[in-house]
T-cell receptor
């Protein structure tokens, strides 16, 4: 079992729709959870982090965490073509950050 | 520019040669990480430093890979006797101690082994 798994993509949504990205992790001791965005040919950049169960909102982005289910998600509301990128879920464990394989999101006009 | 910088950005080498990459982190960041990323995959953890101490090295990492961070500033990643399977983007990232997970990445060093 992979340490961090993301829902298979690619995911394609129309402009203005809600994009939903999902992630599960295997280490119950994980404490911190992150979403990174990576544009094609660029390096990952942090967009959201969440530490506690529940929802955390930042503009059009909402991160959701359910530690009992070992599940993290990212919702992007009012999706824009500029949101088209690979979204990486990442989890901290023993001081290091472990990434999932990423989900490619395409927002079409 | 006060971001993470990596050098060289691109390296093409022949199988069996040694290569070295350099990373200069954000100056006040204590932690420095090396990751490897291949097409269609997320970054794979290689190793990380807290100041000059190497705290963890991936079990999957071959003995041909070695990393250093002398004086707790810049870091180097050396790959000896390169193989075609080493072809990848090598990413360096840094963070502040105590804020694990909030990494700032450099632009990466792309290695192509012929």
């Amino acid at each position: 079992q992979k340490e961090v798994e993301q829902n298979s993509g690619p995911l394609s949504v129309p402009e203005g729709a809600i994009a939903s990205l999902n992630c599960t992790y295997s280490d119950r001791g994980s404490q911190s959870f992150f979403w990174y965005r990576q544009y094609s040919g660029k390096s990952p950049e942090l967009i959201m982090f969440i530490y506690s169960n529940g929802d955390k909102e930042d503009g059009r982005f909402t991160a959701q965490l359910n530690k009992a289910s070992q599940y993290v998600s990212l919702l992007i509301r009012d999706s824009q073509p500029s949101d088209s990128a690979t979204y990486l879920c990442a989890v901290t464990s023993y001081g290091k950050l472990t990434f999932g394989q990423g989900t490619i999101l395409t927002v079409h006009p | 520019d006060t971001g993470v910088s990596q050098d060289p950005r691109h390296k093409i080498t022949k199988r069996g040669q040694n290569v070295t990459f350099r990373c200069d982190p954000i100056s006040e960041h204590n932690r420095l990480y090396w990751y490897r990323q291949t097409l269609g995959q997320g970054p794979e953890f290689l190793t990380y430093f807290q100041n000059e101490a190497q705290l963890e090295k991936s079990r999957l990492l071959s003995d041909r890979f070695s990393a250093e961070r002398p004086k707790g500033s810049f870091s180097t990643l050396e790959i000896q006797r390169t193989e075609q399977g080493d072809s990848a983007m090598y990413l360096c990232a840094s963070s502040l101690l105590g804020i694990t997970g909030e990494l700032f990445f450099g632009e990466g060093s792309r290695l192509t082994v012929l």
